[in-house]
Structures are given as C-alpha cells and as structure tokens.
T-cell receptor, first 115, second 116 residues
Framework: AQSVTQLDSQVPVFEEAPVELRCNYS??????LFWYVQYPNQGLQLLLK??????LVESINGFEAEFNKSQTSFHLRKPSVHISDTAEYFC?????????????FGKGTKLSVIP | ETGVTQSPTHLIKTRGQQVTLRCSSQ?????VSWYQQALGQGPQFIFQ???????GRGNFPPRFSGLQFPNYSSELNVNALELDDSALYLC???????????????FGPGTRLLVL
C-alpha cells in the first residue's frame, strides 16, 4: 500500500514570491508521482507527473517538481507565483506498471497568493 | 474531443435513501475510476472499471456499487445513505491498459452530494 503526506495544509505567499509545497510518500514498490490542482468548485487537473527518467519535471505554467527517491519526496516549486495560482494542490502516487490505476492522494495544500 | 462530464452537479438526499451518479468518459477512454472527496480531505479511491468489469476496489462498503456501460460511461450507486457520505464524488477516465501503464487519468468536475 502507498501513502502520501502533505506537510502543510495551508501556504500563504505574496504575489511574485517563490513557493514550495511539500510532499512525502511511502511505498514498498516503485511508484509514479503526480501533482493535481483543484480550483474552487472544480474537479482535479493534472499539473505534472513523474514516471521515470529525469527526476525534475516541469509543467507548462512554471511549476516544477523533483523526485527524490532517497528522501521519498516530490516537492512542488514555483519561482514566482501569480494570483491565478490560488488553488488547492494535491500530491498523489500510483503503483508503477500495468494493472490498477488507483491513485492515493494526500490531504492537499491550499495555496493562497496575496496581492 | 469532449472531456469527462458528470451529472448531476449537486444533489441533496436524506439518510437511508439511494443515489445514482453518472459519468461520461472522455472520448476513447475505456477505464473509469470513482473517488470520494470529503470536505477538507484528498480524494479516496472507491473503485475502477475497465471494459465493463470492476478492476480494483478501495476500502468502501458493498453499498457503494458501480456499473460501466458498453459506451464506457459509468454509474456510481450508493444505497442506504449515511450522513458521512456527504462529499464531492469525482469520476476519472483514462485509456487504461490500451494506453500503457503511464496513462493519465482525467477528472470530471464532480457531483457534490449532501446527505441530511
């Protein structure tokens, strides 16, 4: 079984400041890692994912995350946030390989960008 | 190409009643997963259907059941509703096994269920 811990439930940050949202996971098998974003009253949108290869993955809107196997972490970072980044961010893991596509989510981190 | 759609958007039921939630997969997707997101929590996996067969189930009681139809749309049925069933129910579709193990799940906007 897998589990995900998002260490911060809420993160306030000023506009144009950098931000890091932390995610740690636990698993006895290889996993794929994901970050999803949820805007108010909406479903989840995939932000970025790590499957294999380069440990640094990037999204089209400036977010990046780095897979650190030794620390079992997959922290999300952005060097300069915008008001429009205000949302809830969920880290998720899935067992690597074929078969069940069950995602295990963390409890989420609410990012509030302050003008 | 249409995205994942869910209906209804909101629903109010009373304890003990039954409810059916519906999901239309993204075009070409043959795998559907359902998740429950309680207030202030991350989504929790309920079950998954691949080509009309259940292909994995989370830690939910049997009163949570599902169906997938030949057109790959899906239903989530919940019997004997309890107050704790109040949540946002999310449906996600993917290409499943046909697309390879890395296939991404695409989520619908969800159905918000309130049980009184």
């Amino acid at each position: 079984a897998q589990s995900v811990t998002q260490l911060d439930s809420q993160v306030p940050v000023f506009e144009e400041a950098p931000v890091e949202l932390r995610c740690n996971y636990s698993s006895s098998v290889s996993v794929y890692l994901f970050w999803y974003v949820q805007y108010p009253n909406q479903g989840l949108q995939l932000l970025l994912k790590y499957l294999s290869g380069s440990t640094l993955v990037e999204s089209i809107n400036g977010f990046e995350a780095e897979f650190n196997k030794s620390q079992t972490s997959f922290h999300l970072r952005k060097p300069s946030v915008h008001i429009s980044d205000t949302a809830e961010y969920f880290c998720a893991v899935r067992r690597a390989g074929a078969g069940s596509y069950q995602l295990t989510f963390g409890k989420g981190t609410k990012l509030s960008v302050i003008p | 190409e249409t995205g994942v759609t869910q209906s209804p958007t909101h629903l109010i039921k009373t304890r003990g009643q039954q409810v059916t939630l519906r999901c239309s997969s993204q075009s070409g997707h043959n795998t559907v997963s359902w998740y429950q997101q309680a207030l202030g929590q991350g989504p929790q996996f309920i079950f998954q259907y691949y080509r009309e067969e259940e292909n994995g189930r989370g830690n939910f009681p049997p009163r949570f059941s599902g169906l997938q139809f030949p057109n790959y749309s899906s239903e989530l049925n919940v019997n004997a509703l309890e107050l704790d069933d109040s949540a946002l129910y999310l449906c996600a579709s993917s290409l499943g096994l046909a697309g390879g193990p890395e296939e991404t799940q695409y989520f619908g906007p969800g159905t918000r269920l309130l049980v009184l």
